[in-house]
């Protein structure tokens, strides 16, 4: 992950996969990047606990970076920056 700070990022698209169990918000994500140019970043806002260890496994495995992921009230923002 890099070194970012999380709090000042624009994302171009955020996909609210709250409530939704896992896979769902991963599927969700799958579905969302493409749809962000390459350079841009895709949040992702889930309260599925599982989300924070499988958004980044995917990017990593699929050429996109994970920068990290901020708590909220009840759930994580993911942020995914599109490197393909």
């Not at 996109?64 to 920056?81: K, M, Q, S, T």
Request: glycine share 10%; with cysteine.
């Amino acid at each position: 992950m890099a070194t970012v700070d999380l709090t000042t990022i624009k994302a171009a698209s955020v996909v609210d996969a709250r409530g939704s169990a896992c896979p769902g918000p991963l599927m969700e994500a799958k579905k969302a990047i493409g749809k962000v140019k390459v350079g841009e970043v895709l949040e992702v806002l889930s309260n599925d606990p599982g989300t924070k260890n499988d958004i980044p496994l995917w990017a990593n495995k699929v050429g996109h970076e994970c920068l990290g992921a901020l708590p909220g009230d009840g759930y994580d923002r993911i942020f995914v920056l599109r490197k393909k």
